[in-house]
């Protein structure tokens, strides 16, 4: 918006020159002015303030994750590892991070895309309308929450105390489903009417109109909806941590015993801290617990990262040109 | 749509019964809950005294799930406190002040860290934020037990409610900006013109025409922000020292606790009816939010059919 031509027309009175005219408007005007440009600073220092918090978390990531970050240390688990011993590493984390998130994104991407579709293409009455409303509310299910009803649900099957990396994925699951929904609606909504009525009017069915051209149309948008919904859940901590664990060893099995994650690494490494070391003990590295943390919280950032770059590369590279 | 057959009618089905299926799952996380938390509602005193299932010197539920909620909320709403003014400042920033390339970058910027995950923010607010912002913390505390009869105590580890909080405002900033940046960016421009040619200042367009346009979207920006802050764990989990007071020291550690944090920090050595308890403060904690989500999204829809902005 343009700021220059402002408080010029209200002269309260005719007949005296301009000069003195403009002297008159610029004496009354000098509070609001400061004002303006007082408010000006502010939202300038407000978005400076939100900067601050972002830069040093990065800086302080990069820097004190890079120590430990290498390729031994993302290929060994923590099997064997203890005190304050220079060894151990995330590969067991990573693990259970694609199992949970792959299975998670196997359960939630189709449900969420029927039901987007259901929304778009089919919805109409009350139904619709509940389920706008309900999938926004899921939105906001506390992730412990969704941890807490999937741990109910899966001890009700394998009895109290039940740990499953199964467990997870579904906890994961209920926070994704409305994150997926929501994406793939906006994408085939962007879908011209144009385009259904055409294959329409050329005696195409409706389920094929719907395959063929509705999502042939909006996959690039719905694989980028889908690769940032999973860059959404692949930091979810609490609900694993009460569903899957955590474990020191490798299990590539989600349907068998405790699972660990990067996000449960970082906290549990975390939460271990300090150990005590022997003076006479060189091997020992006092604070190699939370070195590890950062390591693997570096990790964690740059797939996060990663998978939000690879979003955007599908949108600019595959999108059918619309407009 | 008389003639539908064969594959159509199967992939109708197939669309409304997922749809179907979200609404079950959300129905089935209500009703788990309520289902696992009876056991401790339900539960006689001297039950719960009996199995060692409350903290020391607690005789009823209510004793834990009271002071867990005033944590909750307390942590929430200082966390609000700090991040509206500051997001809708960058939301205004973003609609009306910076460069049309620059808040395209701005936005990025903002939505990037809400791509940070928690337990990343749990690990820089512990490890990283804590041991610089007590220094704040003892100061404000001891200028504010400069006035008569205020008692304020600070930690020496920074491991506070307020330290929590900030960190909590930090990961809200997203939310709330995005949803009032929306709203700002609809505002009729005739309303703004018309303001300009009254000869306001750019901050008098804001302040007369942007501001009482979006007031009842930046509210509910707050609310979903004020969701999303309640239920909050990792941040909260591994920045606090908890206690389980009704306290207003929030400056001090071993007071408050949240929900999500006491969940998350008992249930791994949970068992028994110290599992239903835990669910039981877990179905206090969805229902807040529930309530405060839903509001925020009416607020949402009533502005809609009002404004007539799609």
Redesign the interface.
């Given at each position: 918006m343009s700021t220059t031509t402002q408080a010029r027309t209200a002269g309260p009175v005719a007949s005296p020159g301009s000069d003195e005219v403009r002297a008159m408007l610029r004496t009354s005007d000098v509070s609001r002015k400061r004002v303006n440009r007082v408010m000006k600073v502010l939202v300038h220092a407000a978005f400076a303030t939100a900067m601050v918090p972002l830069l040093w978390l990065l800086y302080t990531v990069v820097v004190r994750g890079a120590a430990r970050l290498s390729p031994y240390f993302l290929t060994v688990s923590m099997r064997g590892v203890f005190g304050g011993i220079d060894a151990g590493g995330v590969y067991h984390a990573m693990v259970g991070t694609v199992m949970i998130t792959l299975i998670a994104t196997v359960i939630s991407v189709p449900i969420g895309l029927f039901t987007a579709i259901y929304l778009v293409e089919y919805g109409k009455g009350p139904l619709a309308r509940a389920l706008t409303f309900f999938v926004d509310v899921m939105t906001g299910i506390p992730s412990i929450v969704a941890g807490l009803f999937s741990f109910t649900l899966f001890s009700l099957f394998f009895g109290p105390g039940v740990r499953l990396g199964i467990a997870a994925s579904v906890a994961v699951s209920v926070l994704m489903i409305p994150v997926v929904v929501r994406s793939c609606e906006e994408m085939l909504r962007l879908v011209p009417n144009e385009l259904r009525e055409a294959a329409l009017a050329l005696g195409v069915p409706r389920w094929l109109v719907i395959v063929k051209v509705v999502l042939r149309t909006s996959v690039a948008g719905i694989t980028t909806g889908v690769l940032l919904a999973v860059a959404r859940v692949i930091g979810e901590t609490a609900p694993i941590l009460i569903t899957a664990g955590f474990a020191d060893s490798i299990n590539f099995n989600p349907f068998e015993g405790r699972m660990m994650t990067l996000p449960v690494f970082i906290y549990t490494q975390y939460r271990v801290g300090l150990v005590p070391c022997a003076p006479s003990d060189l091997a020992c590295v006092p604070d190699v617990n939370v070195l590890r943390a950062w390591a693997a919280a570096l990790t964690l950032i740059v797939i996060v990262v990663i998978l939000n770059l690879l979003g955007r590369l599908v949108t600019r590279l595959f999108a059918p040109k619309l407009r | 749509m008389t003639a539908?057959r064969?594959?159509?009618r199967?992939?109708?089905w197939?669309?409304?019964?997922?749809?179907?299926?979200?609404?079950a799952?959300?129905a089935?996380?209500a009703i788990?809950?309520v289902?696992?938390a009876l056991p401790a509602l339900t539960a006689s005193s001297e039950d719960l005294v009996a199995q060692n299932v409350l903290p020391q010197g607690m005789t009823s539920l209510w004793q834990l799930i009271l002071p867990l909620v005033f944590g909750t909320l307390v942590a929430a709403l200082l966390a609000l406190v700090i991040a509206t003014?500051?997001?809708?400042?960058?939301a205004?920033?973003i609609s009306?002040?910076a460069p049309k390339r620059v808040s395209a970058a701005?936005g990025y910027?903002?939505d990037?860290?809400a791509?940070?995950?928690?337990?990343?923010?749990?690990?820089?607010g512990?490890?990283?934020?804590a041991p610089v912002i007590r220094h704040v913390w003892t100061w404000l505390a001891e200028t504010l037990s400069l006035l008569p009869g205020l008692e304020v105590r600070a930690t020496a580890t920074g491991r506070s409610i307020a330290t929590a909080a900030v960190v909590l405002a930090?990961m809200i900033?997203p939310i709330i900006?995005a949803v009032s940046r929306e709203v700002f960016k609809q505002t009729p421009r005739l309303h703004?013109e018309a303001a300009?040619?009254l000869?306001?200042?750019?901050?008098?367009?804001?302040k007369t025409a942007v501001l009482p346009f979006g007031r009842s979207g930046v509210v509910s920006a707050a609310m979903?922000g004020l969701?999303?802050a309640?239920?909050?764990?990792?941040a909260v989990?591994?920045i606090l020292s908890p206690g389980i007071l009704v306290s207003f020291q929030i400056f001090d550690a071993g007071q408050q606790q949240t929900i999500?944090a006491f969940?998350?920090s008992q249930?791994?050595e949970a068992?028994?009816l110290r599992?239903n308890v835990?669910?039981a403060t877990?179905l206090a904690?969805?229902v807040i939010?529930?309530l405060?989500?839903?509001a925020a999204?009416w607020i949402v829809?009533r502005r809609k059919d009002f404004s007539g902005a799609a």
């Open positions: - | 539908e064969g594959f159509s199967g992939f109708r197939i669309s409304t019964g997922s749809g179907i299926l979200l609404l799952i959300l089935a996380v788990f809950l289902q696992q003014p500051i997001a809708v400042g960058i205004l920033y009306h002040y701005v910027l903002v990037l860290l791509a940070i995950p928690s337990v990343v923010y749990g690990l820089w512990g490890a990283t934020l930090v900033l900006t703004e300009l040619a000869g306001a200042t750019e901050w008098e367009v804001i979903l969701g999303r309640l239920g909050e764990t990792m989990l591994m999500a969940i998350a249930f791994p068992a028994g599992v835990l669910i877990g904690l969805f939010t529930m405060i989500n839903m999204r829809a």
